[in-house]
């Protein structure tokens, strides 16, 4: 069955640049980019979009620009991602794509962000879907503007979130996306759209280490710019040496959905909670769908990613 319209919603980071270029690459209807503050700040995500969006021959596509902080302050934000941003250098791991003849937009409020989806969308004759790779602020904020209307805009919603045993006692705390605006995420959830989460248990180890990464080999241009970014994020913003495919993930879930599963969870927005942030079990909390990915799945998932990219692994 193929794909609806969609938009992506992301914060122009290194593996959201390769979500970008696997559904370019893919020739996937990616109808509009939305650039939001999250892995870096606004500026260097802006134009890091626009120039992964060029490096695969498509400024044709519309982008907008987003949030550029969390729709409140809050000690996620401060404590967690505020920090982050300080230490994640260009959000590419340093490398600078090619540079883009097209103008970066300006941020005209929610207003405008929603008008501009609500076109395409009619443009497009339906609801588009949308994938979120960054905080759920935007789209919090579009489906306020909307209101009633939101469902007629707006189809399905996948988000990267969500962090569940046994990996939270691995690492515990919420994961970024959440963690950076968990109210927004809430106020999602409450508009009562199809919400699905991949969460970290499904991208976690959907990875390789900094050796495989340096032995593939890349078929076009696009494919060594992103092997570049693999290697330098390996190399010095990686706690380890291992590359993690997380937001390529997403869009691999997306294309494979037989792998998602009805849940019932809610938010934990309690500030002083060590649990801010965290999606948790509840009879009575919001209906969404969970995917699950075995480690055939991971396997998988790593493959089309590197495919997709035209990267081949050594024999």
């Known amino acids: 069955m193929p794909l609806k319209p969609f938009i992506v919603d992301c914060d122009t980071g290194r593996d959201d640049a390769l979500l970008l270029w696997c559904a370019l690459s893919l020739k996937l209807p990616l109808a509009g980019v939305i650039a939001s503050y999250g892995n870096v700040a606004m500026f260097d995500v802006l134009d890091n979009t626009a120039r992964v969006m060029a490096l695969g021959g498509r400024e044709d596509i519309p982008l907008f620009a987003g949030a550029s902080r969390p729709s409140r302050r809050h ?3 401060e404590n967690v991602v505020a920090p982050r941003q300080k230490k994640s250098g260009n959000g590419l791991a340093n490398v600078h794509l090619p540079r883009t003849n097209r103008k970066l937009p300006e941020y005209g409020g929610p ?11 009619k443009d497009n004759k339906g609801p588009v879907d949308y994938i979120l790779i960054g905080p759920a602020t935007n789209l919090a904020a579009i489906c306020n503007v909307l209101g009633g209307k939101t469902k007629k805009v707006i189809g399905t919603v996948t988000m990267m979130g969500g962090k ?6 691995q690492i515990p705390g919420a994961d970024f996306n959440i963690l950076a605006d968990p109210y927004a995420l809430q106020s999602v959830l409450e508009a009562g759209l199809e919400v699905r989460f ?6 976690y180890p959907v990875a390789l280490d900094l050796a495989d990464v340096q032995t593939l ?3 076009s241009e696009m494919a060594k710019w992103a092997q570049e970014i693999m290697v ?3 190399r010095h913003f990686a706690p380890e040496p291992v590359f993690r495919f997380h937001d390529p993930a997403v869009l691999m879930a997306v294309l494979a959905p037989e792998g998602f599963v009805s849940k019932t969870l809610d938010i934990n927005v309690d500030e002083k909670s060590e649990e801010f942030g965290r999606l948790l079990a509840s009879d009575d909390g919001y209906p969404v ?10 396997t998988k998932f790593r493959n089309g990613i590197l495919s997709a990219l035209g990267l081949a692994r050594a024999a």
């Open 111 to 121: 207003g405008p962000l929603a008008e501009n989806i609500e076109a395409i969308a």
């Open 75 to 77: 000690a996620g934000y």
């Open 217 to 219: 080999t890349g078929s």
């Open 198 to 203: 991949v969460p970290m248990n499904a991208t």
């Open 289 to 298: 769908q969970i995917y699950g990915a075995d480690e055939a799945m991971h």
């Open 232 to 234: 330098a994020h390996c």
């Open 164 to 169: 569940f045993q046994p990996l939270w006692d």
